[in-house]
């Protein structure tokens, strides 16, 4: 890991598929769903930080920590190891909004001179939070909509609003009516009628 784990402002660019490398680090194909929803997510919100992506500097250009030279880090070649599904969302959105500069930067966490291995299990280690979200039971979901309740509006049902409702979807996996998410709508929308019944539980006072 570069500079002990410190976040570093990369272009869409620089970054390339796992599938892309030699070495092929992709373990999973991107779900077209949570691309869709973190397009959703970011069109409303160009600047809504996501997660942070993980991505390991061409072996080729940089084979050990000790040769990676922090002022050349815009003129590497990086391979996306987690967060492929944010990266391609905002490809996407380049495609449609090639105005906004901002889709065009990535907050990174650098790694170099990793081993196939390695590169596979920190992978799959970032990958396995999002695989859970999206393979959660309805309790599950009411759960973590409840502590997110709880630790972002300290209870308050009078501080959720539309953003953090259509957060939590994007964090549990539902899909979002991207036809109806860049509206304007109130908290009976039908852009929520899915998730109703986890609303109803998650945002009660007290323990659910």
């Not at 959703?40 to 942070?52: E, F, I, Q």
């Not at 196939?116 to 973590?144: C, G, P």
Request: charged share 25%; net charge positive.
């Amino acid at each position: 890991m570069v500079d002990n784990g410190h976040t570093f402002q990369l272009n869409v660019k620089q970054l390339y598929k796992p599938t892309e490398c030699q070495q092929k680090y992709q373990i999973r194909k991107p779900h077209h769903l949570h691309v869709h929803n973190l397009k959703t997510l970011m069109r409303y919100n160009p600047y809504a930080h996501v997660v942070d992506c993980l991505v390991l500097v061409d072996p080729k250009e940089v084979p050990a920590r000790h040769a990676f030279n922090r002022s050349k880090c815009f003129d590497y070649k990086y391979y996306v190891i987690g967060g492929n599904h944010s990266i391609e969302a905002r490809r996407e959105l380049i495609q449609e909004y090639p105005n906004n500069p901002y889709f065009e930067i990535v907050k990174c966490i650098i790694y170099v001179g990793l081993t196939h291995s390695e590169t596979k299990l920190l992978a799959w280690d970032h990958n396995s939070d999002n695989e859970y979200r999206m393979s959660m039971t309805f309790i599950q979901r009411v759960r973590f909509i409840h502590n997110e309740f709880e630790q972002i509006c300290d209870g308050d049902k009078s501080m959720v609003d539309l953003e953090f409702r259509k957060q939590c979807c994007m964090e549990i996996g539902f899909p979002i009516k991207e036809e109806h998410a860049c509206k304007k709508h109130g908290r009976k929308s039908d852009i929520f009628r899915s998730t109703d019944a986890y609303f109803q539980l998650g945002f009660r006072m007290g323990r659910t």
